[in-house]
């Protein structure tokens, strides 16, 4: 067993400004060559991430699940899926991160646990067992009970709510799920969910985890009324007030280890005073900042969006995080090649125009953006190559709920889970010879032996960017200094340190005397190119 900390010095509030990389472990690295990535994949990549120049990595869900919702449906939280590995080699995982200087986050879903759970199994086995009062069974509505007990959509599209077939046959009760119906809502005001994420936390804390990303964290607390319909001021299943309560308890458990455990919360909520309310000092360190990262690639809107995250964040003396994107969200080197380069889950769709060219120029531009805010840093795997979204896989190869449950208008989330591309002369880039799920034609291109081969590729611009960042104080305790610009470019101050950002797409002049540090693209004589940014030190 790993001792807590281990390889680690101790700076408590490491998570202020840390640069922390998501692994999504089934299409990060492979192992054994089966075509999942897996444990023993990361493990041998583990000098990549620290050359990298990473401080912490955030796993998504590692554990036993049927991947109905790629593992975001958690059978057994004390099992690694055997795909990936086993609980053993986790443990040597953390440990050799940790002898890198890399802390290892996991990710907990509240709001939900798989149907194959042993709770939901023994719940749906008999309609008086005790489990059932772990989730929202319920009669339904009507003459039969064959309408749902309330008229709540799931975040997939869909009914929230699926009936079950009792053990005679006969019609049962329904449950409820906001996400896939694999997925059944647990109910937070029984304290058998309670203990049992008590215990879970506490499970993974001591093996040396350093923190955990809490899964869709704004759900879990629900109005046992259940009302039919949802009246927008006050929501039965969004942020309720109640859902705090659980975020104290885990902080308190956090806090009881000698070098504190940190959370970070997935908080998608448009209010920012209800926002903040996530980051009080009894409950979550962070949060995802999904306003920086849904924003279009446009200077006021950005300019905007980092004001209000600061001030929401200093409200409250809480560090911000800035992420391009998540294992969720339409890559960043793509969404910013088109027309309307914001992001919503409703707006995806087949087929969407885009300059990739100019889409990876800007994503490039705002990585070094995203990296001179005051904050943490959040990388998802593959941003630090450029890769594309991939948008034109077989429909048959399509695994996420979201595309079959939009009754197949929503392409999904795949195509920014496609397997990493590791090595130019493999044909499956570095993956078992059949990935899980197919790596377009070109792939290969964007391999991580060609890139580090390229002083102008986008890896060589991210650990430059990140090594700069790691070594510059003033990027991690000056405050943020905004400088007069034109219409069409973001300047701040950090110190002495000047970060640059032209949206437009002439160029525009550098200040007299400066040195450069970095820029995502070449400049063009004493000048900042369109789509392109620059750290100057004044
Ligand atoms: C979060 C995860 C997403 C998952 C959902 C349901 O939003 O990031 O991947 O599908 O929660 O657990």
Known sequence: M?????????HEAWWRDAVVYEIYVRSFADGDGDGTGDLAGVRSRLDYLSDLGVDALWFTPWYLSPLADGGYDVQDYRVIDPAFGDLVEAEVLIAEAAERGIRTIVDIVPNHVSSEHPWFRAALADP???????????????????????????????PAWTRTTDPDGSPGQWYLHLFAPEQPDLDWSNPAVRHEHADVLRFWFDRGVAGIRVDSAAFPAKDPALPVTIDADAHPHLDRDEVHEIYREWRTIADEYSLPRMLVGEVWLADDERFVRYLRDDEMHGAFNFEFMVTPWDADALRSAIQRTLAAHESISASPTWALGNHDVTRAATRY????????????????????????????????????????????????????????????????????????????RDGCRIPLPWTASDPASGFGGDPWLPQPDGWSELAVDRQLADPLSTLALYRSLLRIRRDEAALHDAPLEWMPSDAHTIA????????????????????????????????????????????LRL
């Open 2 to 10: 790993v001792v807590a900390g281990d390889g680690i010095a101790p």
């Open 128 to 158: 008086s067992a005790p489990e059932r009062a772990l989730f929202w069974f319920r009669p339904g509505r009507g003459e039969n009970g064959d309408l749902p007990p309330t008229e709540w959509t799931s975040s997939f599209g869909g």
């Open 337 to 412: 090649g088109r027309a309307d380069s914001s992001f919503s889950f409703d707006a995806k769709r087949f087929g969407t125009e885009t300059d990739a060219a100019l889409g990876l120029r800007r994503a490039r531009a705002a990585a070094l953006l995203a990296a001179a805010l005051p904050g943490s840093l959040y990388i998802y795997q593959g941003d630090e190559l450029g890769l594309p979204e991939v948008e034109d896989l077989p429909l048959h190869a399509l695994r996420d709920p979201m595309h079959e449950r939009s009754g197949g208008v929503d392409p999904g």
């Open 492 to 535: 701040f101050r950090r110190g002495d340190l000047l970060c640059l950002t032209n949206f437009g797409s002439e160029s525009v002049a550098l200040p007299l005397h400066h040195r450069l540090l970095i820029s995502s693209a070449p400049l063009d004589g004493e000048r900042l190119p369109g789509d392109c940014a620059a750290w």
